[in-house]
């Protein structure tokens, strides 16, 4: 089954920043928006941020405008994610799927701990 490929995550301490990639495989990339999506423990998984298909377009979460930064590589089928300024409630998984999102097309996400 054709999946994404998150990576990029990992731990780090509060202010600190992270870039998450994300391989998007199985997809002609170019006919769809990106997102990312993340789901904290014991919550239900949650918007974060959106990238139309030739990058023009971006929108966050309120809760990581200012902090985070989407972008994408057409060429190499590839979605990013910037995270700068992180905070504690920033610890998720985190996933990227297409906008909107494709329910067969979850990767296994990467891990994003936030703490000191």
């Known amino acids: 089954q054709v999946q994404p490929v998150e990576s990029g995550g990992g731990l780090v301490q509060p202010g600190g920043s992270l870039r998450l990639s994300c391989a998007a495989s199985?997809?002609?990339?170019?006919?769809?928006?990106m997102a990312w999506f993340r789901q904290a423990p014991g919550k239900e998984r949650e918007f974060v941020a959106f990238?139309?298909?030739?990058?023009?377009?971006?929108n966050y979460a309120n809760s990581v405008k200012g902090r985070f930064t989407i972008s994408r590589d057409n060429a190499k089928n590839t979605v990013y994610l910037q995270m700068n300024s992180l905070k504690p409630e920033d610890t998720a998984v985190y996933y990227c799927?297409?906008?909107?999102?494709?329910?067969?097309?979850w990767g296994q996400g990467t891990q994003v701990t936030v703490s000191s």
């Open positions: 199985g997809l002609s990339f170019t006919d769809y928006h």
């Open positions: 990238i139309t298909w030739n990058g023009r377009n971006t």
């Open positions: 799927n297409t906008y909107p999102e494709k329910g067969n097309y």
